[in-house]
Structure formats: structure tokens, C-alpha cells
């Protein structure tokens, strides 16, 4: 059987990525450049700024992709790119990029939802096995999806509000945190104790979250703790915050895993490369005797390898564009 060679760019956000994947599962090669250390400046993504900078680097990124793999174009089988959701402006340069190589080069032009790019990066990791339940956890989402067979999505609950990422970012500007805001919050609470207490957000029967009552009650105590002249031990309050994020995504996700009696897990997202999550869905799957699959850190954030993955099995399911494909700042999975 021959080798499927993809060319997949991600542009969704604020990094520039473009990567060649093997039978969706193998990385030949990957270039990711980031402008974290620009938006760092304004303590988040600034749209124009981003889409400007696509611009400026997506001739570079592919280039040096190309010449990282040793390869040229006509190696290639399928162009892949995301189309949404992200920033609109963002989204449009990768697009525009993806449609000239595939019209230039008579390429198959494979479009790709985010979320379920970062799904199939734990293809790197291991193979599926259906059916499975896989929570997806970032800036935008918070999503609980049943999946019965290969591409194919049920989406079981979501956040009704604050993505958990978009909570982490809040909360650690509320700290006196700079941006991006997990990470600094995943390290402080390493070291603090949980002293500090918060509500559980939305603790009911459903799959769905909503962390913006838990971002509040952070903002309400830290103004309350000042306004009585009191000192917020910042470690403590992280490690509190933490805490309750780690216990709501866990209890209603090995919820859904004995619900619909599935033996394997996949966590996917930029969020799933904090640590206190990783170690207690590793622990819980362990003593539910449930495979778990996690990406290696550096494709927990987004990059076009896992664009690349999923394009593999899009493909296969018939899933190809014409050269109308456009943007889609938000799109339901599946």
C-alpha cells in the first residue's frame, strides 16, 4: 500500500505551522513559529497584529518545512489545512496558502476542524480504540465527544460559557500573572497549598462545564482579601483554583468513560499539557483499567502536525474541498 504524504498548514491562532505527515501518524517534519512573545506585550492575542504576521511567515514556515523533510511538492498527496474556528483574519492566510498549493500542484485540499486536529495529535501516541470518549481542553473549548468509529464526533457536553483555557487566562490577570496564564498558574500551584476555598462550578448530573461562576468567585476573593488588608498568598490561591478545575473536568469525564462503557481515553487541547491534570487522569485511568492518551507537550498547543493526522482519516472518509473553502471563525465538531 503507498505511502500518503500530507502537507498541512494550522494558522488558527498566533502560530504560523506547517507540517508533513506520514499515513497520518508519522512525523516526517514540523515548523512552528510562535508570536507569543509579541501578544505577551498586550496580555493576549491581538487579531490584527496575528493575521499580519501570518502573512509574513508563511512563505518562510513552508519553505524551511520543505527543506527540514527533504522533499519537494511533488512528494506530496494531499494539501490539509484548518479552517476554523479561530481568528477569521488568521484562518484566511493559511486558506489562501493551502488553495494555491493545491491548485498549482493539482493537489486533494483537505479541510480540517481545530478540535479535531487536536484530537488526532494522541495519534502520534498510540492507535484509537473504538468506541472512546475524548475531552478536548483550551482557550476555546471545553468538550466532552463520544467517538463510535474513526472521524466521527459526538459531542456530549461542552462549556456554557469560559473555556477552561480562557478561565486560567483570567484568573492568573487577576494574580498579577503575565500571559499565557496556565502554565504560570500550573507552576505556582506546585508549590501552594490548597487554603483558599471555591465553589465547584455547575456539579450536576449533565456533561457540560461553566467556569465563568469559578472565575468570579477567584475575582470576588481576591477583592475581598484586599479590602480587608490582607495578603493573597498567590501559590495557595493557584493551587485552590487548580484543584477545583482538575476535580470538575475529571468527575464528568470518567462519568461518560463508564457511561458509555469505553476503554480507552484521549485528552486533547493546549490545556492538556498541565501537569495536575495529566498525573490525576493517568491515576484514575489506572484504577478503571482504562487506556489513556495524552500528546507529548509540544503538541498539546497547536501546530499542523496534528492537522496532518487527522487530514489522513478525513481523506479516507471522503472528506476533500473545492477552492471555495472559507474561513469559519466558529463551527461545530462533526
Known sequence: MKDIYVLAIETSCDETSASIVMNGSKEIATVVLTQMDIHKLYGGVVPEIASRHHIENITLVLE??????????????????????????????????????????????????????????????????????SLVISGGHTDIIYMENEYSFNKLGGTLDDAVGEAYDKVARVLGLEYPGGPMIDKLSQIGKINYKLPMPLDDDSYNFSFSGLKSAVINLVNNENSRG?????????????????????????????????????????????SSIREEFKKLCSENNVELLIPNIQYCTDNATMIGCAAYYAYKKGIVSDYSLNPKSTDNLG
Not at 488553495?99 to 479541510?111: D, E, H, V
Open 64 to 133: 524551511e518545512l520543505l527543506q527540514k523533510a527533504n522533499m519537494k511538492i511533488d512528494d506530496i498527496d494531499l494539501i490539509a489545512v484548518t479552517y476554523g474556528p479561530g481568528l477569521i483574519g488568521s484562518l484566511l492566510i493559511g486558506i489562501q496558502a493551502a488553495k494555491t498549493l493545491a491548485l498549482i500542484y493539482n493537489k486533494p485540499l483537505i479541510p480540517i476542524h481545530h478540535i479535531a486536529g487536536h484530537i488526532y495529535a494522541n495519534k502520534l501516541v498510540g492507535e484509537f480504540k473504538f468506541p472512546l470518549i
Open 230 to 274: 490582607n495578603k493573597i498568598v498567590i501559590e495557595d490561591l493557584a493551587a485552590s483554583f487548580q484543584d477545583v478545575v482538575v476535580n470538575t473536568l475529571t468527575k464528568k469525564t470518567m462519568k461518560a468513560v463508564k457511561q458509555y462503557d469505553v476503554k480507552q481515553l484521549l485528552i486533547a487541547g493546549g490545556v492538556s499539557a498541565n
